[in-house]
């Protein structure tokens, strides 16, 4: 077998990435995000719906009803309306932040709650928007093997946390588990990371490329841990965050700490005129 040189790895990563997006129920799909207000949410294509579903939909399909603490969903008589696949009339809504979210289906559109701090939205995908196939292909400088860097995790003795500021102008409360350091062209940089759960070191970063190259807010990177426990930062594969693509993502950006003095030149990047 033909071992796969880096660079065939990175492009071939880097297609999958372009690919995701444009998938059912992913970002290109996203169309809404509506925020609940207290008591009777109505959702359907009529205009005066505070839930707006696309017009081929029936004018009021049902009611969310959200009661400061949790949101459920009663389904006018005769639409087929299914939640995790089965069909409801009447359903207890969970959150996209639950281990089983409610994941509500009907015409090719998906709604699901979401709640982000103390404010609970329903956010709407509708898998026949034109984006899904007309949005410009993903752009990335030149593959540079320079920046797949050799880094060190630290992890603090004590989970601390951190604000990250989110696209709503909140900041996020997060836990750091620890920091990578790593060196280039001589200099020593820093940079917080999270542990996800399923134990990915994640990293939200930004650097002075933002001001015209790539994504104003900064990017994203998942570090690579080999096999035998070495970790990079390979920035060939820093990535734009949701909001690079749809109006209704609530991205979450890089803390202040994380704004790095070097030019990353490599990963994704975020022409003007396209967006």
Known sequence: MVEKTYRQIVNEWRKERDANIRRENNWLALAGLYWLKLGKNQFGSDQKCEIQLPERVPAVVGVFE?????????????????????????????????????????????????????????????????????????????????????????????????????????????????????????????????????????????????????????????ADVEPDGKVFLDFNKAYNPPCAFTDFATCVFAPEQNHLNLRVTAGETYPRDNH
């Open 66 to 222: 959200y009661n400061g603490r949790s949101v459920t969903m009663r389904v006018n008589p005769g639409q087929n309306v299914k939640v995790n696949d089965k069909p409801v009339d009447f359903s207890i809504l969970q959150p996209d932040i639950s281990e089983n979210p409610s994941y509500i289906k009907l015409d090719e559109i998906q709604l699901v709650v979401i709640q982000r701090g103390n404010r609970m939205g329903v956010r709407m995908w509708d898998n026949q928007r034109e984006q899904r196939r007309l949005f410009p292909p993903r752009t990335w400088y030149d593959i540079d093997e320079a920046f797949r860097i050799p880094a060190t995790f630290t992890a603090y003795e004590r989970p601390k946390t951190a604000y990250f500021p989110d696209l709503t102008g909140e900041k996020a409360e997060f836990p750091v588990e620890g920091y990578m350091t790593f060196e280039f062209n001589g200099e020593i940089h820093q940079l917080d990371i999270n542990k996800e759960e399923d134990g990915t070191l994640f990293l939200r970063f930004w650097d002075p490329t933002s001001e015209n190259e790539t994504y104003p807010t900064g990017r994203y990177l998942v």
